[in-house]
């Protein structure tokens, strides 16, 4: 299984992981292929950076223990990224960018239109999710939960944001190839 097709089957909106086999009978005959704890522990072995399991057990498994570790990561993460590129900002500035890039993490689905590659059969960036592979928020969604106004978000935090959130999807990108690595399907 390629971590895309895992990303698929992880779906967070569900209740449950059950992929739909192929040839499956009557509803409600059918047993789920992988559970949660399979899933929990497959993250839980081997080497996988703090932030990707936190990421990974708060979107796919429900682990509501897991959002504060992954909001403190995401908070340490905004203020390396600051302190790297001298951005001038307030501390309750780099809080609510990383209240965002946690929220819109947890909530973004895979994009549709590539299937999560974040590029076209062309191979160029895929234009719905601008090379994401998610469904990104709208900019006024962005701008307003972080509190910033359009001008100022425009100006100067749009690309300082997405190199923030471009770092929780490579961190999730990685969790996902673990698994399946782990799970060796
Ligand atoms: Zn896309």
């Known amino acids: 299984m390629n971590p895309k097709q895992l990303m698929l089957l992880l779906n967070p909106k569900g209740q449950s992981w059950s992929p739909a086999p192929r040839n499956a009978g009557k509803a409600g005959t059918v ?9 929990a522990s497959a993250l839980g072995a ?20 897991s959002v504060e570790p992954l909001l403190a990561l995401v908070l340490k993460e905004t203020s390396a990224l600051a302190k790297a590129n001298r951005w001038q900002a307030r501390k309750d500035t780099l809080q609510s960018l990383a209240h965002l890039a946690c929220y819109e993490s947890l909530d973004t689905q895979l994009c549709k239109s590539c299937g999560g590659r974040g590029y076209s059969q062309a191979g160029k960036a895929c234009r719905v999710c601008r090379g994401y592979g998610r469904h990104p928020m709208s900019a006024r969604a962005r701008y307003r939960m972080a509190g910033i106004d359009k001008r100022n978000w425009e100006r100067r935090w749009l690309s300082r944001y997405e190199q923030l959130y471009q770092a929780l999807c490579d961190a999730e990108d990685c969790a996902l190839a673990h698994l399946s690595h782990q799970l060796g399907s």
């Open 31 to 39: 047993q789920s292929q992988l559970r949660w704890e399979d899933v």
């Open 46 to 65: 081997g080497q996988l950076a703090p932030l990707s399991y936190y990421l990974v057990r708060a979107k796919y498994c429900q682990d509501d223990s």
